[in-house]
């Protein structure tokens, strides 16, 4: 089945870790993007991608990292200079902008 | 930039009608998509609406004014289950409002 699909669902990490959140679509969709939700918040925009190799940054870029090297992929970074890094973390992808997104399941990240 | 405002919550009663509104200011614009999240889980779509006017699915029915930079959400024959964060997104690049809460009682 077509879908896009985000693992692991839950991760756990030690603070000052790098850990990179995996997001892959095949869905032959150009556009790619990243979430962070807090709990009762909305969606936040970190990064997105229109095309391959092409990303720009989104509201709160600072502290992640993300890369677009083949078009069903769009792994997220969190570096350790994410200062609050604990979060629920969503991966999206479209057609282009004038098109719905579909999500993947997410993945919680919790840092301790 | 842009900037997307809905109400934080809203309370209504299974069987009835609730409408959502959202606002937005944005440098341009070429659609606005409403989703469903169920709390701990993936939004899901909704609507999306480019042109004025009201675009009807089932239950759910989205209306769009460009010139007013407003949109609306109504649910109809409200049903327990529709208790969710309803968001609503421009998609100049695919930002979010803040959504709004529903909580359906009996």
């Known amino acids: 089945d077509g879908g896009i699909t985000q693992s692991p669902k839950y991760l756990f990490r030690k603070e000052g870790q790098n850990v990179t959140l995996s997001c892959e679509q095949n869905l032959n969709h150009d556009a790619m993007y990243w979430y962070r939700q807090d709990p009762g918040q909305g969606l936040r925009l970190i990064y997105y991608?229109?095309?391959?190799?092409?990303?720009q940054k989104g509201d709160i870029a600072e502290g992640y990292s993300v890369s677009r090297e083949k078009k069903e992929s769009f792994p997220l970074t969190v570096t350790s200079a994410q200062k609050n890094p604990t979060a629920f973390y969503l991966c999206?992808?479209?057609?282009?902008?004038?098109?719905?997104?579909?999500f993947g399941q997410g993945t919680r990240l919790t840092v301790v | 930039g842009q900037n997307i405002d809905q109400p934080t919550e809203m309370t209504a009663t299974e069987g009835a009608i609730v409408q959502i509104n959202c606002t937005y200011q944005?440098?341009?614009?070429?659609?606005l998509f409403w989703y469903q999240q169920h709390a701990g889980e993936a939004p899901t779509f909704l609507s999306y609406?480019?042109?004025?006017g009201l675009e009807e699915k089932g239950r759910f029915s989205s209306f769009l004014s460009r010139s007013k930079g407003y949109s609306y959400l109504l649910l109809k024959e409200l049903q327990m289950k529709d208790s969710a964060s309803y968001l609503c997104?421009?998609?100049?690049?695919?930002?979010f409002g803040a959504g709004t809460r529903l909580t359906v009682k009996p």
């Open positions: 991608s229109q095309i391959v190799n092409d990303f």
């Open positions: 999206a992808s479209s057609m282009g902008l004038r098109s719905e997104a579909f």
């Open positions: 997104a421009v998609f100049t690049d695919m930002r």
């Open positions: 609406n480019v042109l004025d």
């Open positions: 944005t440098s341009g614009f070429n659609g």
